[in-house]
């Protein structure tokens, strides 16, 4: 697609229940981030994919909060047993990977609301 | 700087005037930054990036200033227009690392 993908772009969640969230990068790029965003804050890196190594998932606040890379294209975050403290707008972004540092290209966004 | 838990700084500019944004970073590694704009309800967007072998550089209305001695990168937009209103980011990348991490933003509101 022309940009990052994500979806859905609202999504309301009862405390408890998992949910997941998925982008879609952009075409050949092989470098994708999740961040997370919370209301009048600032974006928290969770977890980011490059290639075929091994992610690094050092920003990921608890063991509730998965992601894969599926074919080094589409990728899901997962959150389980969803808290209210979860609650935030998640962001995917991705970029092109070379030897030269390049911009990174968001999504709009997943707004999850935890009730 | 301190970032989570804090309301987003602010700064407020008359239309026309120049806008003058400050960002700290602390990873004395880092040797790629960029600025990106989020406006209400979107993803952040690019708007300039300067790598860490230049100290100035310039896009349209924007100019980003890079000193690596304090580990200080200003963002400057020229005649400020009501469409700037934003809340601005910057984001550093050291090259082992690879992932982009961000400051705590500046919430650019531009007055009548």
Not at chain 1, 71 to 89: K, M, N, Y
Not at chain 2, 19 to 40: G, L, P, R, T, V
Not at chain 2, 76 to 97: H, K, L, R
């Amino acid at each position: 697609g022309a940009g990052v993908s994500q979806s859905p772009s609202n999504k309301v969640t009862e405390k408890g229940k998992d949910v997941e969230l998925r982008c879609d990068p952009i075409s050949g790029h092989t470098a994708l981030y999740w961040y997370r965003q919370s209301l009048g804050q600032g974006l928290e890196f969770l977890i980011y994919f490059q290639g075929n190594s091994a992610p690094d998932k050092s920003g990921l606040p608890s063991d509730r909060f998965s992601a894969e890379r599926t074919g080094g294209s589409v990728s899901t975050l997962t959150i389980q047993r969803t808290q209210q403290e979860d609650s935030a707008v998640y962001l995917c972004a991705s970029s092109l990977y070379s030897s030269v540092n390049t911009e990174a290209f968001f999504g709009q966004g997943t707004r999850l609301t935890v009730v | 700087g301190e970032s989570v838990g804090l309301h987003l700084p602010t700064l407020s500019v008359q239309e026309g005037d120049n806008s003058i944004i400050n960002c700290a970073y602390s990873n004395s590694a880092s040797d790629y930054f960029i600025w990106y704009k989020q406006e209400s309800g979107k993803g952040p967007q690019f708007i300039i990036d300067i790598r860490s072998n230049m100290d100035k550089r310039q896009g349209q209305r924007v100019t980003v200033l890079l000193n690596k001695t304090v580990k200080h990168l200003s963002l400057q937009i020229a005649a400020t227009q009501p469409g700037d209103s934003a809340v601005y980011f910057c984001a550093e990348n050291s090259g082992s690392a690879r992932q982009l991490t961000f400051g705590s933003g500046t919430q650019l509101t531009v007055l009548p």
